[in-house]
């Protein structure tokens, strides 16, 4: 699975992990996440800002 960070503080969405604190259970894929998804971290970007990053 893919990862997706937030170029503006670097959050990073794993699916394997999810955001419980966000209500997004593990294996929750990025693209599943609703439109207007921001960064729970900065709040600055949303969902289309963020960039797919490894899974390594």
Known sequence: MLKH???E???IYDAKI???FEGYPP???FSDLPDDF???????RFKID???VSSA
Do not use: H, K, M, N
């Open 18 to 20: 999810g955001d419980q």
């Open 38 to 44: 921001t960064c729970p971290d900065c709040a600055v």
């Open 50 to 52: 963020f960039i797919e």
């Open 9 to 11: 503080c670097s959050y």
């Open 27 to 29: 294996g929750r894929l």
């Open 5 to 7: 960070q937030c170029p």
